[in-house]
Each structure stands twice: as structure tokens, then as C-alpha cells.
């Protein structure tokens, strides 16, 4: 037979010693379990409008973890929405029941400010992402969100401050396209916010287009890319190891990165390929850009026969990559591109753009080329035809040689005869 508390001797003992060690604790434990069932207060207010408010207490959890109960206090109405009291009491009581006060699974839900909410966010989630990802992440959290919305809690963060903060960086300069990633930023902490049950489960903050008007992009200058005759002439005049590197971006079409992070084993020479498994981000290793970006490239015969007379002066590193610094790390191809590529373009008379103008030259030769865009989308990495598209340019030599050729299709017989030369002039 179990012995009761009445009955067992050392019952008292021990629990005065457990009492004596967690009083404290316990006393705030019983006092948060014994809730009592809520009803609210409603409260009549206002002089020329009447008011409808109803009152309750609520359980929040400090950024620190301590639980503090705090006032709520709601409009619930009008008196001409609600013509009795009856009436606003049942309104009062569906607040209560979304809130969950009187529910035995309710538990204190937490409260922050953006600024508070956004350290935290930044420490466990964004930690977790790539090195580029957490770069540009924290600077638009600085630089665009902190200011306006560091003070507001992040339940009354609404559609209509989003909306503002949009309009206010627009005004500012900030191009759509930054303003769109600016959103998917916030479309991130928000989904961990109310993961962590920092916002109710009636949010509707949603940072879609039926609920955000995001600016359209206006005029703009194509984006720059080498032609294919610009291209050979980086190439032939580029000192080693530069002229290997220009080569691979100009005839597989890589993303810059992807080749600063080539390590040796992925040149597969015997197939006649490389193969794209990672990525550099100012000197340090990282993951490709999408799961689309892990592929096998093809390459020419003669880069191949290149490749293998490079390897034979090639120095080892570290790292095991194909292109290293003299202390054997990744190259930071902006570095790179400031210190060498320029330089280069200036001296041969080229207009400046950067390591992406090889990537679309590769796509503009493919284009030409009529390579299938199943092909073009496996050798560029890319997820969608669209994309491939915003890759690929008009060719002046290509656009000329169709002008030409629809000429001679298109010319009246008697404007050929005219242009014809006369008999005795031949």
C-alpha cells in the first residue's frame, strides 16, 4: 500500500527540502497554474461616439524569458453596431477565445519589438544561411528596416506600415528590384514570427501583390555583355593564370563564383567536362546559388588541351582549388575583377562590366548558335526559360547579317535591276 502524506514520516522532510531550494519557482508556477477563468470587463466609453471596450489579462513572455501579465484592452464596437450590452458581450467573449486566456493549453506568448525580434532572428536563422545571404540580409535589415520599425512591437507591425515603408523607400531611390528582396526578407522573419507565436494566429501579413503594391520596374540600360570577338581578345591578351580563368567563364558561361571555387578534382578531363559543385563569396567557400546551379558542363578540345598544359605549372593549395591567391585561399573575385579585368578593358578599348558580361556572351553565342534551351538551361544553371532570356542579347553581327539577308529577300525585282551595273561598265 502506497504510504500518504499524512502517513510517511519522511514525506515532510522532503518535501520541506525541496520547497526550501524552489520556493521561489514553485510560488510562480502555482501562481501562473491557478488562471482563473476570464469573462473580460466591458466598458461603455466616449462622449459624442459610444464606444464598446472590452478588458482582460494577458500572459507575455520578455525577450529575457520572464512572464509579466499585462492589461489588454480592445474596441470591440460601436454602440450602433452593438445595440446592447448582451450584444457587445459576445463580441468580448470571441476576443477571449482567440486570444486562448481561458484554454487549458495556453501558454504566455512572446513580445517583442522589430529590433529585439530581428537579433534573435538574426542569430538562429539567419546564421544558418550562406555567407552572401547573410551579408546582404543584415545590411537591408540595418540600413532599410531598423529605422522605421526598430520601436514597433511585431504584432503591430500591419499591411499598411509595410505599405509605407515601401512608398518612403521609393522615394528615397531604392530601386524596385532591391525593394522586392527587401520584402522576401521580411516575408522570412515574419513566417518565424508566427512560427514562435510572436504574432497571433490571425495575422494576415502575407507580403503578397494582392496585399502589397510593389513598384514596377521602369527604363533601363540593357545589362552589359562581351561579344564574342570582345571575348577572344581578353583572352589572348591576358597574362596566365587570368587567360585559363577568362577562358572557362567565356566558353561554359559559369557564374564568376563558381569558377573561383573550382577545385582541381572537378576538372574532368578525361570526359571532357567540369563539374559545378560549389561557390566563392569574397574569398570564402560557400554553396552554389540553387540546387539548378550543381551541374556538368561540357567543354572544347582545345580547352581541355589547355587545361592539361596549365596543370602542369599549376602550384597546390590549401584549399585544392584551380585559382588561389599566393597564401593558397579563394580568390575575392571582386578584387579581381577591380584589379585586373578593368584594367584590361581600358587598355584594349572595351567598355567596363564586370565577370557576369561572360556569362551573358556565352548565352548570346548559344542564342546565335540556336543551341536548345533544354541544353542552354543545363550548361547555365538556370531554373526557368525566363531567366535564360534575361541572359541572352540581340548580337549586332547576327541582327546585321539577318538585316542583309532580309533584304535580299525583300527588294523589288526592278530596284535589283537598277542596282545591277550596266553592260558596258562591266
Known sequence: MNASPKTDPTYGAEAG????????????????????????????????????????????????????????????????????????????????????????????????TFAQF??????????????????????????????????????????????????????EGLSPKSIRNLIMTMREMWHSAKAWKYLPEAAVLDFDKRSLIVPKDGLREEERFLSLSEMQRVIEEAPEPLRTLYWLLAETGVRAGEIGGLPVHNLLLDQGAIKITQSCWHGRIQTVKSKNSLRTCEISPELISHLRQF???????????LFANKRGTPLDMDVLRKRKLYPLLEQLGIRRCGFHAFRHGNETVMDIENVPPAVRMERMGHGSERMMMNCSHAAPEASRQFASKMGQLLAPRDNLLLMMPAAGNA
Open 311 to 321: 596543370l602542369r605549372s599549376w602550384h597546390p593549395n590549401g584549399a585544392g582549388l
Open 17 to 112: 527540502r525541496i520547497t526550501a531550494a524552489d520556493s521561489g519557482r514553485h510560488l510562480e508556477e502555482e501562481k501562473m497554474a491557478r488562471r482563473r477563468f476570464q469573462r473580460g470587463q466591458l466598458v461603455l466609453r466616449g462622449k459624442e461616439e459610444k464606444l464598446w471596450v472590452g478588458r482582460w489579462r494577458e500572459d507575455t513572455k520578455l525577450p529575457n524569458g520572464d512572464v509579466h501579465r499585462v492589461r489588454k484592452c480592445e474596441v470591440l464596437g460601436t454602440l450602433k453596431e452593438f445595440k446592447t450590452r448582451r450584444l457587445a458581450s459576445r463580441e468580448l467573449e470571441q476576443r477571449l477565445s482567440e486570444s486562448e486566456v481561458n484554454s487549458l493549453n495556453y501558454t504566455p506568448r512572446p513580445t517583442a
Open 118 to 171: 530581428a537579433a534573435v532572428w538574426q542569430k538562429d536563422i539567419l546564421s544558418q544561411h550562406k555567407p552572401s545571404t547573410i551579408s546582404a540580409d543584415r545590411s537591408r535589415i540595418r540600413k532599410h528596416l531598423l529605422p522605421d520599425l526598430a520601436n514597433i512591437a511585431m504584432k503591430d507591425v500591419t499591411t499598411g506600415k509595410v505599405q509605407s515603408l515601401i512608398s518612403r523607400k521609393r522615394l
